[in-house]
């Protein structure tokens, strides 16, 4: 008999019917002459009740059924006469792939904290709470696909192994075959790269726009959606040292049609997680209380404010509050500042536009001004920013003045340039970063508990 997923297995249409399933126990309880086992396969929120008679074979085999063990069940599903559970299922055989010590099993019934859970990451996405997670990550990282797919962009694939070290995005880590013990050296005493697997340094990526660049100026519109890598030492709540990227780029657009395509990507996203991961987000909001399906719907359906940085710094000046951070034009807006502006202020996301061009990358478009470059954050309440973009300095002169007044060296990057040689155009683009859309959804407050395995400093244990 074909295995079902539990989520298809609960439905109306299957009640008298003989059924096979696969899981993991939850929780055994045993009364007058039944049995109930709670077991879960991770396909659904919801759990499927197991009852087994104490005159069927299976029940001899209920001394092995311990939280934590996989099993098969086989039998017919029907209503459930009892409350917490629509359906159960009246179980005539059992078959016990692989028990659990209850003794040793690390998930008990009882609650366990998250931080616990993070030193058995090989087991928590056996809970409700990392079941939902990862659920909702799903359901987030297929509908970025339908959304540009249904939009005409092509997925690229850049590259995860660089010789790039200049998008000055943050810190790169060195990818080397040289004996670390004993490597080339140089006249001067510094490593000798040129004798290393590709013949120069190479670096993890800390983003693919660049490359994304050259293929959005031949196949239109493109976006990436990779790991990307960063050894910045920052112990926070929001970063990871490998995180998931996502990188649209398109020809022919300017900043506007770039804040359009961020408002309507991240609207499409809060409709879609409604849609598909209700019972998750119920689920989530039970636990944590941070974020509801009533939220994102309300997000789904609000339009972003639009401020440029400058009137930014102006709001924030006239601020009652005093913040940690002073507030100057020309200084970089601390989350502090950023979560002022969307919960007191303009109390929903906003597009900060316009950001002076000393705190920006050197690719970022020249205003008329020459003070400001078109880029744009995207912030959302409570969690500040989400997206960072711009549109790209399509020009040669202005970008080649650009770089050198920022020490970019333009060796490496004469493709690069080569762009604004060779039929340049307008073009502009994002980056959202995945995990922080996963936190923002599910209400997560550490990013560590939205990635199955994550790396941070002096973390890599799974
Ligand atoms: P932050 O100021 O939060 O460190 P950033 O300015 O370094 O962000 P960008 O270089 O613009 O970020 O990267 C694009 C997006 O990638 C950010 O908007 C954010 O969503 C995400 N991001 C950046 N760094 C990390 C990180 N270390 N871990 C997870 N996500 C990140
Ligand atoms: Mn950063």
Redesign the pocket.
């Known amino acids: 008999m074909e295995r079902l997923l539990i989520k298809d297995v609960l439905s109306e249409e299957n009640i008298g019917k003989s059924l096979n399933v696969c899981g993991w126990v939850r929780t055994k309880r045993e009364s007058k002459g039944f049995a109930f086992l709670v077991v879960s396969d991770g396909s659904t929120q919801d759990t499927l009740q197991l009852l087994i008679n104490n005159e069927t074979p299976a029940f001899q085999e209920l001394y092995r059924c311990n939280t934590g063990s996989a099993i098969q069940a086989t039998g017919l599903l029907r209503e459930s006469p009892a409350k917490g559970q629509k359906f159960e299922m009246e179980v005539s055989e059992i078959i016990i792939f692989g028990e659990a010590e209850p003794e040793t099993y690390p998930l008990q019934k009882k609650g366990h904290t998250l931080e616990f859970l993070r030193e058995i990451s090989h087991l928590r996405p056996r809970t409700n709470t990392f079941g939902a997670v990862f659920r909702l990550r799903n359901i987030l990282a297929s509908s970025v696909h339908e959304f540009f797919q249904s939009r005409g962009f092509l997925w690229i694939h850049t590259p995860i192994i660089t010789a790039s070290d200049c998008e000055g ?2 810190d790169l880590f060195t990818v080397t075959s040289l004996d670390l013990h004993n490597p080339p050296k140089n006249d001067g005493g510094d490593i000798d790269f040129s004798q290393d697997f590709f013949g120069r340094r190479a670096y993890l990526t ?2 693919g726009q660049l490359e994304a660049e050259f293929l959005a100026m031949s196949l239109g519109k493109v976006y990436t959606f990779g790991p ?1 890598f ?1 050894a ?1 030492n ?1 112990n926070t709540t ?4 490998e ?1 998931w ?1 996502i990188e649209p780029e398109m020809a022919f657009a300017d900043l506007r049609d770039d804040m359009k395509l961020s408002e309507d990507f991240f609207r499409f996203l809060c409709r879609k997680v409604t849609e598909k991961g209700e019972k998750e987000l119920a689920f989530l909001e039970s636990q944590y209380k941070r974020i509801s399906c009533e939220d994102l719907a309300r997000l789904a359906e609000t339009s972003f404010a639009h401020i440029s940085y400058t009137e930014a710094i102006k709001e924030l000046k006239a601020a009652k509050e005093s913040f940690e951070f002073p507030v100057s034009w020309g200084a970089d807006l601390q989350s502090e500042h950023e979560r002022y502006l969307t919960d007191k202020v303009i109390k929903g996301p906003l597009i900060v536009t316009d950001y002076p061009k000393e705190i920006k990358a050197f690719y970022m478009r020249l205003n008329p001004d020459g003070e400001t470059v078109a880029a744009m ?1 995207v912030l959302v309440p409570k969690v ?5 973009g711009s549109q790209r300095e399509e020009r040669l002169d202005v970008l080649e003045k650009r770089m050198k007044q920022t020490g970019i060296p333009r060796e490496n990057l004469q493709w690069y340039l080569d762009l604004r040689r060779f039929g340049s155009a307008p073009h502009a683009g994002f ?3 995945f ?3 996963v936190q923002y959804v599910t209400g997560m407050l550490n ?1 560590r508990d939205v990635i199955p395995c994550p790396r941070a400093p002096r973390t890599i244990g799974f």
Not at 384 to 388: F, H, K
């Open positions: 995005a943050g800390v983003s990307t960063r910045e920052s929001r970063h990871l040292s995180f990227m954050d500040g920013e989400i997206i960072g980056g959202l970063g995990e922080r859309l990013i």
